[in-house]
C-alpha cells in the first residue's frame, strides 16, 4: 500500500509540474498570476509597513518637495485625505489652489461652459483634453507622487484584489468653475465691444 501511495505522489507532483510549465507559457494566464503584471512604486518596499496615515504625510512632504524643486509650480495647494473602509483604504490627492486657469479656453468655448459636451465641435476639443499643458504637467507629477508608494497586483478580470491603498488624483471642481467664470467673463466682454 505505502508503494501505490508514493507512486501516486509522484504522479501528482510530475502533473502539477507539467501544470506549471504550460501556465508560465500561456499568454492567457490570470494577470495577478504572472509577475510581470505586478505594479510596485519606488517607495514602495521602504514604506510597505508603514500605515497609510503615514504614507499620506509621506506624499505631503513629497509635494512640498516638488513645488521647492520647481517640479510643480509655484502657489499649487494640495488636499491629501485618506479613507479606511472594509477590506481597504485609500488616499486621495486633490489639487485645491493652482497659479493659472486650468482648463483650456478653447475647451471651454466648444463646450458651451459644459452645457453642451456632444457637439462634434466639443467633442473634438475634449480629445485634445480639458487642462492646459501646466496643469496637465502637474497632475502628472502629483500622480507619479501618489503611485510611488503604492503596490498594485489587480486582475479585474477575475475580480482579484492586491493593493496596498486605492485613490487617486484630481483637479478640485471650483478651479474648473473659476476657469469657466473667467473665460465666460472675457467673451461677454468682447462680445460687448463688438455691440458698440
Known sequence: MGTAVALNDVKERRR??????????????????????????SHYTATKDLDIKEVAAR????????VKTGMLPQGIKASVRI?????????????VAFPSLVLRKEYCLATNFGADLWSDE??????????????EDALEVVSKIH??????????MSDY??????????????????????YKLEQA????????
Open 122 to 135: 466639443a467633442v473634438a476639443e475634449r480629445e485634445k483634453g480639458r487642462f492646459t499643458k501646466q496643469a
Open 147 to 156: 503611485g510611488a508608494y503604492n503596490y498594485n497586483n489587480c486582475d479585474s
Open 16 to 41: 502539477i509540474s507539467a501544470e506549471r510549465a504550460i501556465i508560465g507559457r500561456d499568454k492567457s494566464m490570470i494577470a495577478y498570476c504572472n509577475p510581470e503584471n505586478k505594479v510596485i512604486g
Open 83 to 95: 479613507s479606511r473602509y472594509s477590506m481597504g483604504q485609500s488616499i486621495d490627492v486633490s489639487i
Open 161 to 182: 484584489v492586491s493593493i496596498k491603498y486605492n485613490g487617486g488624483v484630481s483637479i478640485c471642481s471650483s478651479l474648473n468653475e473659476v476657469a469657466k467664470q473667467r
Open 189 to 196: 466682454i468682447s462680445s460687448g465691444l463688438r455691440d458698440e
Open 59 to 66: 506624499i505631503r512632504a513629497d509635494i512640498k518637495t516638488a
